[in-house]
């Protein structure tokens, strides 16, 4: 301990012990923040206040003596445990500012704005449960007016998911100088995921191709959430086939391809498993309400329709979500 802080509790001690005064407890108490601050240890305090109490009482009771000296030996053990708890913040805050760095690393994994096309209305929203995602989409240009739209949800959080993210875009990102299909697209994200992902790990991933000069959209799937198919013309929905397997599991997969055809005002609404398996009144959500809530905003346009839609989900969860959501809407409006 700082001489000077040894002194000035040497020196309030004697105050106190002269004149007990209730001004002498608040200066204490201010100067265990000091100690706090400083880091000073609870066994160095007690040590300071028996060697300033033997000094201030030459003539100090034997007994009392070992009563002080017993309470030093608690706080010894005390004090381990004390230093062990600061070292346990110190790399939990250590943590916590990489994770805050990996989060914010993970946001520019994601698209800055949804792309444009012709004759369609796109809006997307994906929100983590805790500080970091294991949901992600992504947009790739296959030009002549065909967009890529994939949709993934990484079984794990935190870090691990964030790694396979970057795989995922990398992976992605390369995409717009080929013509390959949903089917093969999945095919070699699965060989790529397979190789480089431990066991334990897996993904579950939907891709399409929108094709707005046919307003066609053909879709593989790798054991993702189906999606929905909203007929404007029948008011009715439809929802997509899931047959392939998960990212990850084994190597040579084959993802058969689907083809959907949308009429004026009609939508096709994709979202991760954050979404169906949210509970109310402790059930999970059924399929018929997540289609009534999007019913009730498919009017709107297709990024307020996904924020509106999320929003009343989290109303009737009570405010609480158990994990990541995306939804993401492709709308035809010419």
Known sequence: MDIHLKK???????SYMTEPKEDHLYSAQQLSKWFIEKRVSPEEVINVHIGSVKRLVPELPR????TLEMLLEVMVGYGVAYQEREQLMSRQRELEDEIEVAAGLQQTLLPEATPSL??????????????????????VDHGMQQLGVGIADIVGKGI???LC?????YTMDRLDAKSLSPGEILRDLNTIVERNVLPSMFITMIYGVYDSLNHQFRYATAGHEPGLIY??????FTSLETKGMVLGVLRDNEYPEYVADLEPNDAIILFTDGVTEARVDGKFIERETIKSMIRDHIHLP?????????????????YIMRDDQTILMIKRVG
């Open 8 to 14: 000035l509790y040497e020196k309030l001690l004697a």
């Open 165 to 169: 993210m970057s795989m995922i875009k």
């Open 118 to 139: 012709p004759g369609v209305d796109i809006g997307v929203i994906s929100v983590a449960s805790k500080q970091m995602s294991g949901d992600y989409y992504n947009f």
């Open 302 to 318: 297709a990024q307020q329709a996904v924020e509106a839609i999320h929003q009343k989900l989290y109303e009737m969860t009570n």
């Open 160 to 162: 691990p998911a964030a």
């Open 63 to 66: 007994e009392v003596k070992a």
């Open 231 to 236: 007929s404007a013309r029948e008011d009715c």
